[in-house]
């Protein structure tokens, strides 16, 4: 009868282990698939948004700092007025008033234009935009970001 019990007891503590190995490889599990899945869609943001910044024509309207960046393109494929804008913590490019959503729970939004005085240069104008800037933070991540340099917005002699 002590043999049985002692018996139980050791298969009741490997048990306890066992389930414990268990629990814990199933929540890196889950935890590195919720990292690797919020990457892959910040890269695929990014991306898009590389895609649009690269291309545009004007900016239509006076840049709001970390918020939104209205412009037009110079691609045929990318016409139309289009709105890059955080808001509710989620980032949404507008293409002609329709909002379609790039990326959700992003925090510390970053969006900024940097402007180049290119005095001398033979533009037409002294300041023109260098390069576009937009980030942002993820839950438990590192942050994303892209620096894009627009082909269309230096004026050429």
Request: hydrophobic residues 45%; without cysteine; negative net charge.
């Amino acid at each position: 009868m002590i043999e049985v019990v002692a018996s139980l007891v050791i298969v009741g503590i490997l048990a306890t282990f066992a389930s414990l190995f268990l629990v814990v490889g199933m929540e890196g599990y889950e935890t590195t698939r919720k990292a690797t899945d919020a990457a892959m869609n910040a890269e695929v943001a990014l991306s898009r948004i590389s895609l649009e910044l690269r291309s545009i024509a004007s900016i239509t309207s006076a840049p709001v700092a970390n918020t939104s960046l209205a412009y037009t393109s110079s691609e045929d494929a990318l016409e139309g007025n289009r709105i890059l804008k955080f808001a509710s913590g989620n980032l949404y490019v507008n293409v002609d008033g329709i909002d379609y959503k790039l990326i959700e729970d992003v925090s510390n939004a970053v969006l900024s234009v940097n402007y180049e005085n290119m005095d001398g240069l033979g533009g037409a104008s002294d300041e023109e935009v260098a390069s576009i800037t937009v980030g942002f933070d993820l839950e438990n991540m590192p942050s994303f970001q892209v620096q894009v340099y627009p082909r269309a917005m230096i004026d050429k002699p």
